[in-house]
């Protein structure tokens, strides 16, 4: 049995950062979930900070604390996905609007408060958006970065090259100096790039488990897949859609569904084709320093099994 971890839940929801806060809600015994920070992303902060609350309340968990972060880039104008996510970032299902307050605290303030006040390497920061909430805070407060436990992340991809250009995935892409500014700071990185989450497709089969649930939760989480998977699958032909951010909580509760190496990542800022490339050294043909344990494979039954699991405890 794992210990309880303390996490903060950094996102900017989007139907696979819902699917990843439910997985974390039905884990309490394994998760103790501090707070959830909105961030500017697949869609505005006004709707990222929104649909974290509509997700809590989906889920019977008023209690969470929701704070709304950066609603842009370090230094880049804002790019959106709403032609993945729809217009509310989590069209499929009709969802009521949520009656839960957000916080008044600023998200990055929360975040330096928190790594604060709790001991030192206590609390893992899960970041499923841009990174901007995460280098603000570290920027503010260059001391809180020793105290993190581990920062675990949803971007990037090397074999697999990008998403949004290219050479780019989406989180990196959106605010690729605030990435830099964290894969420089010397925080321990996981990362899931897309080479593990294009392995992992919503295939009819498994999105008729999580129906079999039954609860309204579930059945929320189904619409939402049958409206995100139809991207993914007219762009890459696929039977089903790649599930990125729930890889993030699946690491922490089961770490030995993946495996990966420690990598040296670099993060392009300054070309213009390939802004927000993830530079993976997979080989280590450079000597630059280790920064991330970058996750290359994963068990993808054990993956929805434990999903469908969890869901159902909700």
């Not at 499929?92 to 006040?117: C, H, K, N, W």
């Not at 049958?226 to 951010?245: A, M, N, T």
């Amino acid at each position: 049995m794992l210990e309880r971890r303390k996490i903060i839940i950094d996102t900017d929801p989007g139907q696979d950062d819902a699917a990843a806060i439910m997985l974390a809600f039905g884990s309490p015994a394994e998760l103790e979930l501090l707070g959830i920070t909105a961030v500017a992303g697949n869609v505005s902060l006004a709707l990222t900070s929104r649909n974290a609350r509509i997700i809590c309340e989906l889920c019977d968990r008023r209690d969470t604390k929701v704070f709304a972060g950066a609603d842009k880039p370090l230094v880049r104008k804002l790019v959106t996905a709403e032609h993945v996510h729809g217009k509310t970032g989590l069209d499929g299902p009709v969802l009521d609007e949520p009656t839960m307050p957000l916080q008044d605290q600023y998200a990055v303030d929360f975040i330096v408060e928190t790594l604060r006040s709790e001991p030192a390497g206590a609390v893992t920061l899960c970041a499923l958006g841009p990174l901007t909430n995460v280098a603000l805070a570290f920027q503010k407060a260059p001391d809180i970065v020793e105290r993190v436990r581990e920062l675990v992340m949803m971007g990037g991809g090397f074999f697999e090259g990008g998403n949004i250009t290219p050479a780019a995935e989406f989180n990196i892409y959106v605010d690729p100096e605030a990435a830099d500014v964290v894969f420089r700071s010397g925080v321990p990185i996981v990362m899931m790039p897309l080479d593990v989450t294009h392995r992992l497709l919503t295939r009819k089969e498994r999105v008729k488990r999580i129906a079999e649930v039954g609860t309204p939760p579930a059945k929320a989480m189904v619409e939402m897949l049958e409206f995100f998977e139809r991207f993914d699958v007219e762009k890459y032909g696929s039977d089903g859609g790649p599930l990125h951010d729930p890889t993030v909580i699946a690491y922490l509760l089961k770490p030995e569904l993946f495996e990966g190496r420690n990598c040296n990542v670099e993060i392009e800022v300054k070309s213009e084709l390939t802004a927000g490339m993830t530079v993976v050294d997979w080989w280590h043909v450079t000597d630059r320093k280790r920064n991330a344990k970058v996750i290359r494979f994963v068990d993808a039954d054990g993956f929805f099994e434990l999903l469908t699991e969890r869901f159902a405890k909700i």
